[in-house]
């Protein structure tokens, strides 16, 4: 997975950037619909009307609107279930992706997404339990197969580009069901949240009707021994004759690239885990816990629960808040797709835990202070908006840097023969990090209910989730240090090479001299060669 069409050294036509562009653009969808799904649920469940027909009733609680509240434990349940079917998406995508190819499983999951997107749409609370874990199957898929599909169809240059679009996609997704959400959340009826929820079939349709015109991955289709319609599927790619040398030229690059991944090894999972000289053990388990890390920085606790929880502290419109708390992801992620070749991955992710973990940290003893609500239910106002703008920093620093760094990372680091396994591995823990999240935030924050009907013990934290919060975010910090490597210019291969002769620590230095050795020798060789996805590449397409 070296390269992909057009990844030869001529670099990219302008035809075969245009088909790339389309690509990712439609593929990109895929983010839209990660990024809608997980955001629409903490909207839906501080809805009146979703909360009568799915919630319990007790005016004497004090808890949610008009009486009519939801028992922390369904809380947890409706909200992190999705996570659980995403999980066991992800770990699907490799076998599916195989079998029925890159292009079909996408359309696949769409299908599946769409069932579960349907369930959803009834009255009856184990039917839309059900939903929830069959869109979760479908969101975990995508989230997988679209960047397998886009890396391999992309050309190498604009590599890093395309998966910061999919992180974009994800936070206008995620911007989208904020906006839905604003309009639907005074209707009394029914139509509040099924308004919001039925959107989503328009996402799947979009993407699967996208993905129906798009050709299958080359780099698949060769894998399968299916020499023709690879390159039928390149020429379309490529914008050539499919008999033209230049796809021939391609053929053969992704030919000799997948019978070098053969050669490394059969590639199993449990070569995975291998602690040979490519160091794939560490490899692994860097993708695995850096994807762990990224949900650990507890920015879902924002994006889940932030509209129930600005209610609870006060804040007059909570719906509001979340729409900027989106504004703000969406625009920061725009920069941070810009930092990444310019800055650095490894210094950017330093960076993003620091000014994570400040903010955060504020925000709880902004909050345990003067942020408290009085007895007579008074709230200091001008506590509240720092308390805001702290959240928005927070949300910043992440977008800037975890937010799509940890995808670029997890696309980057492996060796060719495990690269798509790790990817799955790595999305999964993704998904499993942020089901149990998910699933345990109701029970750090919320309110006890202990001693009544149906009640729970919870550890009632409130705004002091953030000392924890802050706390991870230390740990982000202390993990990027040790396991993170710069890989900033370097191609696949220099990563590789990085990987075996150098060390975490020594990555920095070890980079800037390959790059001057890499320069040298272009020089006295072929110029611009080899340069893969270098911040120069990608600013010149
Ligand atoms: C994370 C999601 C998160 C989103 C927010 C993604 O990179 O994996 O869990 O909700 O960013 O923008």
Known sequence: ???????????????????????????????????????????????????????????????????????????????????????????????????????????????????????????????????????????????????????ECSPKNIRGLIVGLYQLAITIGALLAAIVLNATKDELSHSSWRTPISVQFAWAFILGGGMLLLPESPRYLLHKNRVGAARRALGRLTNRPADSPEVDAECTEITLTLEEERAVG???????????????????????????????????????????????????????????????????????????????????????????????????????????????????????????????????????SWGPVAWVITGEIFPLNIRAKGMSLSVASNWLWNFGIGYATPYLVDTSTKGQPNGVATAALHVKVFFIWGSTCLGCLIFTYFFIPETKGLSLEQIDLLYKESSILNSEKYRREMIVANETHAHHEKPTESHDDSSEEAAKV
């Open 266 to 400: 059969t590639g199993s999972y449990a070569d995975c885990f291998k602690n040979n000289e490519l160091k794939a053990g560490l490899r692994t388990w860097t993708g695995i816990m850096l994807q762990g890390w990224q949900q650990l920085t507890g920015i879902n606790f924002i994006f889940y629960y932030g509209t129930t929880f600005f209610q609870s502290a006060g804040i007059s419109n909570p719906f509001i808040i979340t729409v900027i708390a989106d504004v703000v992801n969406t625009c920061m992620t725009i920069v941070g797709v810009q930092l990444i070749d310019r800055v650095g991955r490894r210094r950017l992710l330093l960076i993003g835990a620091a000014g994570m973990m400040v903010c955060e940290y504020i925000v709880a003893i902004v909050g345990v202070t003067a942020g408290q609500v009085a007895a007579d239910g008074t709230v200091n106002l001008a506590a509240q908006r720092v308390l805001i703008a702290f959240v928005c920093f927070y949300i910043a620093f992440f977008a800037t």
């Open 1 to 151: 997975m070296a390269g992909g069409p057009s990844g030869t050294a001529e670099g990219v036509s302008n035809a075969s950037l245009v088909w790339a562009v389309i690509m990712s653009a439609f593929a990109a969808f895929g983010g839209i619909l990660f990024g809608y799904d997980t955001g629409t649920i903490g909207g839906v469940i501080a809805m009146q009307d979703w909360l009568q027909t799915f919630g319990d009733y007790d005016p004497a609680l004090n808890l949610g609107i008009n009486g009519y509240y939801l028992k922390t434990s369904n809380k947890s349940l409706v909200v992190s279930i999705l996570s659980a079917g995403t999980f066991f998406g992800a770990l699907l995508a490799f076998p599916m992706g195989d079998m029925v190819g890159r292009k079909k499983g996408i359309v696949c999951s769409c299908v599946i997404f769409a069932l579960g997107v349907g369930l959803q749409l009834d009255t009856k609370w184990s039917t839309f339990v059900v939903g929830r874990v069959i869109a979760g199957l479908g969101v975990g898929l995508v989230s997988c197969l679209v960047p397998m599909y886009q890396s």
